[in-house]
Structures are given as structure tokens and as C-alpha cells.
T-cell receptor, first 114, second 114 residues
Framework: NAGVTQTPKFQVLKTGQSMTLQCAQD?????MYWYRQDPGMGLRLIYYSASEGTTDKGEVPNGYNVSRLNKREFSLRLESAAPSQTSVYFCASIRTGGSGSPLHFGNGTRLTVT | GENVEQHPSTLSVQEGDSAVIKCTYS??????FPWYKQELGKRPQLIID?????GEKKDQRIAVTLNKTAKHFSLHITETQPEDSAVYFCAASISDQAGTALIFGKGTTLSVSS
């Protein structure tokens, strides 16, 4: 049981390049999330998906797109990377979509945009 | 939308002392309040949570209190140890037609010196 798996662990991009961050969970969770973490800013919600086929914007969605490919996988795409998107990205999932469920986090992807 | 304020941003204590971290939230509909601990270079891990129908919850040296009327909740760590040194995040749930998500505070860096 791997939990929440994120790939890659590290990535360096040049400004304007595109890439997709991958996330998969094997816990049969319904809801999945993408957060970014910057020093002094905490964890900020980018996008989330309450169930397969649905996605919704979080606090900081600009510059990102997401795809809930199936129940297991939730990807985050940067179409044209900018230095402001340098961050650590965490994917997370919740067992149920209702309140009162703790988030299970992946190990994160450290992205640097030069 | 939900806004979660967390204080202090840094906290230094001597081993054996108590530490208190406070959070306030803005959305009166929030009903789930978890606390996460994040060690350097690692993913956030849930340490304790509380739901809106409970005023206090304890787990060994850790306790959380919730005041729904005032919209604030606090983390209390007693008999602190060096291994308690980490960044601590509070969070509050939000729910809408799209589903449920967690909004985080900006974090508190706790340093416990021996």
C-alpha cells in the first residue's frame, strides 16, 4: 500500500516550458487535491477534485490546469512555467468527500523555474 | 472564502515547557479543524484533529481546543521535547457544491531547545 505517490520528486524548468505533475493514490479515496507550499505562505490550495470527472478551483488556480483521469489519478499541468511557480507541490487525498476526514499527503514535488 | 490566521509564526521554548499555537477562521460553516506537523523536507503529517461538536480533544501530550462562537482553535503541547521541533499547520474545512477542502494557516515554526 503506497498511499499517495507523486512523480517526479524534483524538476527544473526554464521559463515558458510546460510539464505535468503526476499523482496517484491506491487507497480508493474519492477526493484529491493539489497544494503548493512556499516559505512563510503555508499550504495553498490550487485545485481539487471531489470525485472522478469533477474539478474545482482553489485559492491559487491561475497558471495551472488539472485532470482527474480516473479515481486513482489527478494530474497538475503547467502550460507555460513562470519563476513565480517555483515551489513544492503536494498532492493529497481524502477517503470521503464529507467533512471530518484527514488529508493524506504525497511526498511532494520540488519544482524550480529559472 | 475561508481565511485561516495562525499565530505566532515562530515559537521558541525550552525543553519541558508548554507551547501554544492559535488559529482563527472566518467561515462559520467550517466544522473540521486538523493540525499537521511537518519536519524539514518531509510531507505534513496529521497529529490531531477536532470536529465542531467537540470543545476539546487530547492525545497524550497534545491537546486541541475549539471555540466555535469566537471562531478560534488552539494547539497545546505539554512537556515539549526536541523532537517536537517542526513546522505546525492548522487548517479549517470548507464545503461547497464542488466538495470539501482544507484551507491552511501559514504555519508556526516551533523550536525546542534542550
Amino acid at each position: 500500500n503506497a498511499g499517495v505517490t507523486q512523480t517526479p520528486k524534483f524538476q527544473v524548468l526554464k521559463t515558458g516550458q510546460s510539464m505535468t505533475l503526476q499523482c496517484a493514490q491506491d487507497m480508493n479515496h474519492n477526493s484529491m487535491y493539489w497544494y503548493r507550499q512556499d516559505p512563510g505562505m503555508g499550504l495553498r490550495l490550487i485545485y481539487y477534485s471531489a470525485s472522478e470527472g469533477t474539478t474545482d478551483k482553489g485559492e491559487v488556480p491561475n497558471g495551472y490546469n488539472v485532470s482527474r483521469l480516473n479515481k486513482r489519478e489527478f494530474s497538475l499541468r503547467l502550460e507555460s512555467a513562470a519563476p513565480s511557480q517555483t515551489s513544492v507541490y503536494f498532492c493529497a487525498s481524502i477517503r470521503t468527500g464529507g467533512s471530518g476526514s484527514p488529508l493524506h499527503f504525497g511526498n511532494g514535488t520540488r519544482l524550480t523555474v529559472t | 472564502g475561508e481565511n485561516v490566521e495562525q499565530h505566532p509564526s515562530t515559537l521558541s521554548v525550552q525543553e519541558g515547557d508548554s507551547a501554544v499555537i492559535k488559529c482563527t477562521y472566518s467561515d462559520s460553516a467550517s466544522n473540521y479543524f486538523p493540525w499537521y506537523k511537518q519536519e524539514l523536507g518531509k510531507r505534513p503529517q496529521l497529529i490531531i484533529d477536532i470536529r465542531s461538536n467537540v470543545g476539546e480533544k487530547k492525545d497524550q501530550r497534545i491537546a486541541v481546543t475549539l471555540n466555535k462562537t469566537a471562531k478560534h482553535f488552539s494547539l497545546h503541547i505539554t512537556e515539549t521535547q526536541p523532537e517536537d521541533s517542526a513546522v505546525y499547520f492548522c487548517a479549517a474545512s470548507i464545503s461547497d457544491q464542488a466538495g470539501t477542502a482544507l484551507i491552511f494557516g501559514k504555519g508556526t515554526t516551533l523550536s525546542v531547545s534542550s
